[in-house]
């Protein structure tokens, strides 16, 4: 069964007030809309990973035809978000600890040379953003409130690769941060990940602001494969990991 919520977009946002109710699309283009409301869902824990999907009743439930909703899963799949079962169907991805190894080593490259590239490229208004979404980090962890230190998580290292303006890593964002957003999430319960990363994060701001090239590079790169081990140390040791 589906968690029972109700998702209704308005012109800027996307709000989940509590009760029993179907999905509603309330803009122009059906495929965009059900793809941004799948997302939304995958990553926000309410169709965890490992999930079979049925078509017929996610139509039923987003108010829609079965068309669009299979034009959105395809985007999704593309993504990395779902995966087509052998024997026919949808399901929400589920890593295994090969594919955090394969996502990461590609993560590693592409955040340290963003870091590099911001250092060179970095303007006192991009300084102002990228400390705003660090400020705001540590009062998500203290209410627990995940998916908002997910965000800010995720804006901070994606303006770092904008303000390093670098075509190709920029381009290949969306389906590294899709990855990245699953092995998170599913990691926030984790004691040492929050803080940990809050420490990490203003030690590659300081290098970025302090026009260190060579020293964010590193700290990026270190970052992300300590993220990498964490991930792959609590997979192997068989811990309950349970979606947010």
Not at 65 to 79: D, F, G, I, M
Not at 147 to 160: G, R, T, V
Request: net charge negative; charged share 25%.
């Amino acid at each position: 069964m589906y968690r029972a919520y109700r998702v209704i977009y308005t012109e800027s946002d996307v709000e989940y007030p509590q009760g029993e109710g179907p999905l509603i699309v309330k803009r122009t283009s059906l495929v965009e809309e059900a793809t941004r409301l799948l997302r939304d869902a995958i990553l926000r824990g309410y169709l965890p990973p490992g999930m079979r999907l049925v078509q017929e009743k996610l139509a039923v439930e987003m108010g829609i035809s079965k068309t669009p909703l299979r034009e959105a899963l395809v985007r999704l799949e593309n993504e990395g978000l779902v995966s087509s079962l052998p024997q026919g169907g949808i399901q929400v991805s589920l890593p295994s600890i090969e594919d955090a190894l394969h996502t990461y080593e590609v993560r590693e490259v592409i955040d340290g040379l963003a870091a590099r590239r911001a250092s060179q490229y970095v303007t006192p208004d991009e300084l102002g953003s990228l400390r705003r979404y660090l400020d705001v980090m540590p009062g998500h962890c203290r209410a627990k409130d995940w998916p908002s230190w997910l965000q800010a998580n995720q804006d901070f290292h994606e303006l770092i690769a904008h303000v390093g303006r670098n075509t190709c890593i920029i381009r290949l964002l969306p389906i590294i941060r899709m990855h990245i957003h699953l092995f998170y999430r599913m990691l926030q319960t984790h004691p040492d990940i929050p803080d940990k990363s809050q420490q990490e994060h203003e030690e590659i701001l300081s290098a970025i602001a302090r026009h260190d090239g060579p020293a964010a590079e590193v700290l990026a790169r270190q970052h992300t494969a300590r993220i990498k081990i964490l991930y792959t140390e609590t997979m192997s040791q068989g811990e309950p990991i349970e979606a947010l």
